[in-house]
């Protein structure tokens, strides 16, 4: 029996097969900063995500799975996290970018 190897995917090639919209990708992007400020506020308030937990009431775990993007954090969820280490979410003007 032979066996074959299966070929590493590159990113771009995993999102030409995602076939995503401009706006999909747009959303991505802005969850994905979301996320990344969120663990950069907890770092710099020199927090564990356990620690995080007991203060905010988001269980570790799920800290855990929003800081690896295995799930997609609620607004709620992201403010009880966000508060206690005082920050907070603002809406913003998008700055137009040339395509």
């Known amino acids: 029996m032979i066996k074959m190897r299966r070929k590493e995917l590159t ?10 919209t401009a ?3 747009e959303e991505i ?15 710099n308030k020199k927090l564990t995500q356990k620690e ?18 295995i ?4 607004i709620y969820t992201l403010l009880k996290l966000l508060y206690p280490m005082g920050y907070t979410l603002r809406v913003v003007p998008i700055e137009k970018q040339k395509l």
């Not at 992007?29 to 770092?43: L, N, P």
């Open 23 to 25: 706006e999909e990708e």
């Open 52 to 69: 995080l937990s007991k203060i905010s009431g988001v269980k570790q775990p799920a800290i855990a799975r929003i800081e690896k993007h």
């Open 29 to 43: 992007r802005i969850e994905e900063d979301i996320i990344r400020a969120t663990i950069e506020a907890r770092k």
């Open 11 to 20: 990113w771009e090639e995993v999102k030409a097969n995602l076939k995503l």
């Open 71 to 74: 799930n997609s954090p609620q």
